[in-house]
Nanobody, 116 residues
């Protein structure tokens, strides 16, 4: 059974940082695409950052220059380092793993709240 478990969310002041880990079990990260998405009440789920199966890093507009995605295949963990957080970053952050043939898996999400 594949499980993705996010953690690291919480309440932080504007300008602060958070690091979100996503631990994956039941599935290897090698050759798979890994990504972070986020969703709040005002917007649909949007891409924050992705590492493709080929190793290309892709960032959504909100994440550019402030966030960094990384992966540790040995630990089956995907990280999202978020710096210079803004109130607009308040959302539930979801981890995603997609296999080359299209099957996708999601975590349950972790809440990030940024106060002004």
């Amino acid at each position: 059974q594949v499980q993705l478990v996010e953690s690291g969310g919480g309440l932080v002041q504007a300008g602060g940082s958070l690091r979100l880990p996503c631990v994956v079990s039941g599935l290897t990260l090698v050759a798979n695409s890994v990504a972070w998405y986020r969703q709040n009440q005002e917007k649909e789920r949007e891409l924050v950052a992705q590492i493709t199966g080929g190793g290309t890093h892709i960032y959504g507009d909100p994440a550019k220059r402030r966030f960094r995605i990384s992966r540790d295949n040995a630990k089956d963990t995907v990280y999202l380092q978020m710096n210079w957080l803004e109130p607009e970053d308040t959302a539930v952050y979801f981890c995603n793993v997609r296999e080359p043939w299209g099957t996708a898996y999601w975590g349950q999400g972790t809440q990030v709240t940024v106060s002004s």
